[in-house]
């Protein structure tokens, strides 16, 4: 059985478009089985873009780079890029048909000019989207790492990208992710804590927590 964390998706295509509003922005994007949450922006994403927002208002016109890792079809880094224009944002995911989706959701919101995944929009410059399971294809390091983490890849695959995040930040590089605190908050916020040395819970919303970490 093939899950949105694989590579390929065997489960027939069946595209829909979802509307998404946030700080009285209206966004859309194209959705599709195999890719998570497909029939509306999860609500723990919502969440965590919200709380992003709030805690970097000041940061609007600043320059730094940013990893959606897991990016699904594109919320976070449509988003993040549409609030940050001069941000450095790559997208990445193992799931082929979430990056194919993601590329179409950067074009359809105006974030880049052509949706050709051979464009350089997506190879060069303010954007990038690539396959890649965890950190295995990103070599370069980030001011800002935002995750939602898969949590049906278990905890092994979860506790990677916190310990590859940590490596892949720059110094006073922030990690933000959202965990349900039934499917590990405690947890997440212990190895995050073991990893970076530190820990602050952000928002507790609908058992949703957001976490965040630095590289000090």
Known sequence: MSHYFSEKQEVKSDRKIIRYEIEN???EFVTDNGVFSKTKVDFGTDVMLKVFLRENSNKKN???DVLDIGCGYGVVSVVVKSFFKNSRTVSSDVNERALELTRENLFKNGVVKSNNSENDDFKNGDFRVIKSFVFDNISEKFDVILS???IRAGKQTIFQIYEKSFEHLNENGEFYCVIQ???GAKSTQKKLEEVFGNCETLEIDAGY???RSVKK
């Open 25 to 27: 922005r209206n966004f």
């Open 62 to 64: 600043q320059k730094f």
């Open 148 to 150: 939602n983490p898969p």
């Open 181 to 183: 605190t039934k499917h």
């Open 209 to 211: 927590r957001i976490f």
